[in-house]
């Protein structure tokens, strides 16, 4: 029996019942199929692994005569994880961005990042996707990736436009982004990766643990801006809290800064990357709440990590992706790379 989904070239609002990655719509419209966007079947994922890729301006070869799609597919012959890498390489050099892959995963992490679907069975996969030119609608902002993690705007949030890309807005003194729990899905380690604008050089928290909804439960600051520098870590009594954490780069209000923190369960490594290039690591055990729940630009509890980190975030937020590994520098650098020149950079 054959396996294969629908795609969608789409640069315009989410498509309910379809997830978005880069300029494709995947899966089933609840509202049905439609020739705005025209969807196309993939290749069936019985024969081999799949890498589905955006090609504007209708080039590409359809079943129908005459008929051309901005939709292009790629199919290895078999479930081999070689097949795929080297699937991987040529794709990546058919569009202009050649790469050399150390494992199928990394593969993956990069197509996904890039804009491109793919059918391998990563073991670090995108499990949340939060952008805001997409899928904010009031107090909801949808989650883009098949990882299910709706947010909901708190306080004093809104939507303005920057570089004309909608972004969303916290006031600094009770907006914040609440998605929901992650459970255990990032005990054994994970990557932050968050646009942020601050209007202020006063201190902020970005990132914040919880261990219940907000204000229950355990709580650590992650990602804040402390006397004028970017901080990160993460919590353990021994390793990391209070004094064990990256102090960063210094900032400045009214820049879009691309934030990227990574932590790797097996080596212990927590890493620091500003506007795509490693800035810092340290090494320690993190420990995880039984039910965690993150924040963005929420105080934590505590106002007593990161340097005391202090006070709910002020300015614009353009995204906020996380998966549930330490994803590759090489991987960090692209992600930046492909997202910069919307926030002018």
Do not use: C
Request: aromatic letters at 14%; hydrophobic letters at 30%.
């Amino acid at each position: 029996m054959s396996t294969a989904r629908p795609f969608a070239y789409n640069t315009g609002s989410l498509i309910a019942g379809t997830t978005q990655v880069g300029s494709l719509a995947v899966g089933v419209p609840t509202s049905g199929f439609t020739n705005s966007p025209r969807f196309w079947n993939g290749p069936d994922e019985e024969l081999g692994y799949v890498i589905a890729v955006p090609v504007s301006g209708n080039t590409q070869p359809t079943p129908v005569s005459g008929v051309r799609a901005s939709v292009g597919f790629y199919r290895t012959d078999d479930f081999n994880e070689n097949s795929f890498i080297s699937l991987s390489q040529y794709v990546s050099n058919q569009y202009g961005t050649p790469q050399t892959f150390s494992s199928g995963n990394d593969a993956s992490v990069w197509l996904t990042t890039n804009g491109y679907w793919n059918s391998y069975p990563a073991s670090i996969t995108l499990v949340m996707n939060l952008d805001s030119t997409i899928g904010v609608t009031g107090s909801t902002w949808t989650d883009i990736s098949t990882g299910g993690h709706n947010a909901t705007l708190n306080g004093g949030y809104g939507t303005t436009t920057y570089n004309s890309n909608q972004v969303v807005t916290l006031n600094g003194t009770s907006g914040y982004v609440l998605p929901s729990s992650f459970g255990t899905q990032l005990s054994t380690g994970f990557t932050y990766n968050v646009w942020v604008y601050p209007t202020t050089t006063s201190n902020g928290t970005i990132i914040a643990e919880w261990g219940g909804t907000p204000p229950n439960g355990w709580t650590d600051a992650q990602i804040a801006l402390v006397s004028g520098t970017i901080n990160g870590g993460v919590y353990n009594p021994l390793d990391f809290s209070p004094t064990g954490y990256i102090t960063g780069p210094i900032f400045d209000a009214n820049f879009w800064y691309n934030i990227a923190m990574t932590y790797n369960s097996t080596s212990k490594d927590l890493k620091l990357y500003i506007n795509g290039t490693l800035y810092s690591t340290i090494n320690g055990v993190k420990s995880n709440p039984g039910t965690l729940y993150l924040s963005l630009g929420r105080v934590d509890g505590s106002g007593t990590y990161l340097g005391n980190a202090t006070g709910y975030f002020q300015g614009y937020v353009g995204s906020w992706k996380i998966w549930n590994g330490a994803i590759s520098a090489t991987n960090i650098l692209s992600n930046y790379n492909l997202t910069k020149s919307r926030y002018g950079l």
